[in-house]
């Protein structure tokens, strides 16, 4: 008599369809994560540009006094503020068929009230913090020694917004990382993979 293994396969892999569900739908935390900085208009980047070149100083991404504490970056000292275009809203009274009526009227105004990434403390030359936290057997450096892979400064001037994690060129072993972002090491996994997946090309 033969014996007959049975054995049970099971299916290990992740259920793509569910994953990207919970990625669009996901809790407000989540995606906000995707959008920490404002998006600004064509002429205010190029207005701030223009600020930040006569001042010498390196372009990156802006955002105002208060909103830099609340990322934990303080404004260094005696560092002044650019001006962008920022809208006003106002509310009048006017006369329209004999009565008196509250209109609202918008317009926009230059204020100074921006700083660049570059004017704080967390700006750290572009580098983002990529050590190893104790405890876990794997080390960044030596991950990308492996590779073959080097880590430059981060181009602040792709995205002045500060949205961007990071970037990864096709067409040599470079990548990058904002300084920004709250986890670096999860960025530097995420570009490697670009790296590694990617032939050719341009910034990805």
């Known amino acids: 008599m033969t014996a007959i293994n049975n ?12 994953l990207l569900e ?10 906000a994560s995707f959008r920490v900085f404002h998006k600004y208009s064509a002429a205010n980047r190029q207005l701030a540009a223009q600020q930040l070149r006569m001042r010498g100083i390196p372009l990156s991404p802006l955002s105002t006094f208060k909103h830099w504490q609340s990322q934990g970056v303080n404004v260094l000292k005696g560092q002044k503020a650019i001006s962008l275009y920022m809208p006003v809203t106002k509310k009048e009274e006017v006369e329209r068929n004999g009565e008196v009526v509250e ?15 570059s004017q704080t403390d967390g700006w750290n030359e572009g580098k983002a913090d990529i050590s190893t936290p104790e405890g876990i057997d794997w080390n960044a450096e030596r991950c990308l020694a492996a590779l073959g892979i080097e880590v430059e400064s981060f181009d602040n001037s792709i995205a002045l917004d500060g949205n961007c994690g990071g970037y990864a060129y096709r067409d040599k072993d470079v990548i990058a990382l904002n300084p ?14 670009h790296k590694l997946l990617h032939a050719i090309g341009t910034p990805g």
């Open 7 to 18: 054995t049970v396969k099971t299916n290990n892999a992740p259920d793509y369809a569910s």
């Open 22 to 31: 919970d990625a669009l739908n996901g809790p407000a935390e989540q995606l």
């Open 103 to 117: 209109e609202t009227k918008s317009f926009f105004v230059m204020r100074p009230n921006w700083f660049a990434l």
């Open 180 to 193: 920004l972002w709250g986890n670096p090491l999860a960025v530097l996994a995420h570009e490697v993979a």
